[in-house]
């Protein structure tokens, strides 16, 4: 059973009108992740939870923002999407502690008309 | 933050051991090393990590050198399944260290 669901998996939009991509988790995990992957690319951290406490990455466009409602929901909002935040948006969520493993969805693919 | 260097890519036979290296010369004592891969159109998934000694699990063996300036990523036998891209990553043991991927090796493998 999929224990991080990105909810959906293909999402298009158009140019400018906010979106909001969903990810839940079964796991119970104090961490979540959001992360942006353009093809070709390796993941890129965009920011992080840690329980409550909100990781912005210095490089993170004013655009993307976050919320977590509560331990199993994280929601990422692109408030004016444009061309180049099409990509695969990842989320991802652990255990808390550097030894543990992260646990990937399978990830939504946006596409910005 | 520490950083790694990996190949851009390698090419294995099927059926083979595949030895994939990274390089993190500037490790600190508390980073923990992380191994994860990405299957085609598919999230990454975690595969092994270790802080000084061997490490071996169902899916692989990480090799650490001594000083941890260097690490192997070993797939004791190769398939098809395993090509993939394989991220080396460096994670600090304090609790809220991120995630953060380099660029990866990318392993194709040959039937």
């Known amino acids: 059973d999929a224990m991080v669901i990105q909810n959906p998996r293909y999402q298009v939009t158009q140019f400018g009108k906010p979106v909001t991509l969903s990810c839940s988790q079964t796991l119970n995990h104090n961490v979540m992740y959001w992360y942006q992957q353009k093809s070709s690319q390796a993941p890129k951290l965009l920011f992080h939870?840690?329980?409550?406490?909100?990781?912005n990455e210095a490089d993170t466009p004013d655009n993307f923002q976050s919320r977590r409602p509560n331990t199993s929901f994280c929601f990422l909002d692109i408030r004016s999407p444009g061309l180049g935040d099409a990509a695969m948006y990842l989320c991802?969520?652990?255990?808390?502690?550097?030894?543990?493993?992260?646990?990937f969805g399978q990830g939504t693919r946006l596409t910005v008309v | 933050d520490a950083k790694t260097t990996q190949p851009n890519s390698m090419e294995s036979n099927e059926e083979e051991p595949v030895h994939l290296p990274c390089n993190h010369s500037?490790?600190?004592?508390?980073?923990?090393i992380h191994w994860y891969r990405q299957l085609p159109s598919q999230g990454p998934e975690y595969v092994i990590h270790g802080l000084t000694s061997n490490v071996n699990n169902r899916m692989a063996s990480l090799a650490i050198a001594e000083d941890r300036k260097s690490s192997t990523l070993i797939l004791h036998r190769a398939t098809l399944r395993d090509a993939a891209v394989y991220y080396c990553?460096?994670?600090?043991?304090?609790?809220?260290?991120?995630?953060?991927f380099g660029k990866g090796t990318r392993l194709s493998v040959i039937a």
């Open positions: 939870y840690y329980d409550k406490d909100f990781n």
């Open positions: 991802a969520t652990s255990r808390g502690g550097t030894g543990t493993e992260a646990f």
């Open positions: 500037t490790i600190s004592g508390t980073d923990y």
């Open positions: 990553i460096l994670r600090a043991v304090s609790g809220n260290t991120p995630l953060v």
